[in-house]
């Protein structure tokens, strides 16, 4: 059961004589420890916890002076740091979500999210040796939980924009952020390449905060003038229905014939190496080479099919099934 020791432990396998356990790492403890006491006694947000681990240059488990807030806060609700290792705390179900990614890829999620959160009398705990007290780890958990009530991060008033916005010149998204003035306090979308502490070697972006109040009056502005000119939509339909029809239907078969091609040389290479270095014998070799060969017979008939199949006009285009289709192996066909 116990596998992937978090940052502070090295698991050791079991053995003849004894089971497998954690074992605790000395320097990596005393990073565990003083994360935990910056929170707590410090009263330290999680992102100057992030800055002060960088400044330091304390190493991560990856060896890399490089640490993330993400990372931090995790460290935080780990309850094996206080002698309680537990499994099954996220179960796999679909996603609720429709993030930015995934509307750029049109809103279909291509897999499930294991990122659920189980009951806790469902998980399984396994005794570790604790690197804080439980009255620690519990300070720990009542100082997350208020900052997830009262922290100033906290969107209580959603504005018109927010989570749609992505910047033009580094593809990072916009979120939104605070200035208080003498007289008022103002928000702002802020690009978040924008921010060196983010980054290894500071901002990617030098993009300059944008004012919430002007930016969302501007596109209210435009979508009132869109929706009283329907025209203006009908000719964008029409502009993407013509787009539609002009494109080439068979251009993902050939990119993907192209990917096949690739796959079965690189599986060739890979038994031809295993041989020169006696990983396979000579009759393994001698079985995988038929299957192999068939592939490469297979994809060049795809291919040449493909080819010969291909229409000069893509506006003419019709589908066509992919080969075999059939099962009395007939050649391929238009689909109706």
Known sequence: MLSGAPYGYRYVKKSDSTAAYYEVIGAEADVVRLVFQTYIEQT???????????????PTRK???RWERSTVWAML???????????????????????RPL????????????NHERPHQDWIEIPVPALVSEATFALAQEQLERNKHHSPRRTVAPSLLQGMLVCEKCGYGLYRSSAQTTKQKLYYYRCLGSDAYRYRNGAVCD????????????????????LDDPALIQAELDRRMEAAKR????????????????????????????YQESLVTLEQLRSACPISAGRNKRYSRNWCHWQRRRPTNPSTCVWWRPWPSFADGSACGPIA
């Open 44 to 58: 330290a947000s999680i992102n100057g916890i992030t800055r002060m681990l960088n400044e330091r240059q304390i």
């Open 103 to 114: 509307r750029q890829r049109k809103g279909h999620a291509t897999r499930n999210s294991a």
């Open 247 to 274: 494109a080439d239907p068979l251009r993902k078969r050939g990119e993907s014939l192209q990917r096949e091609q690739v796959r079965i040389q690189k599986n060739i290479d890979r038994l031809v190496t295993a």
């Open 77 to 99: 609700r780990n309850p094996a740091y206080a002698g309680r290792a537990c499994f099954g705390k996220t179960e796999l179900r679909p996603r609720q979500r429709i993030t």
């Open 207 to 226: 993009n300059r905060p944008i004012r919430q109040d002007y930016l969302d009056s501007f596109v209210w502005t435009e979508m009132l003038r869109l």
């Open 63 to 65: 060896g890399i002076a």
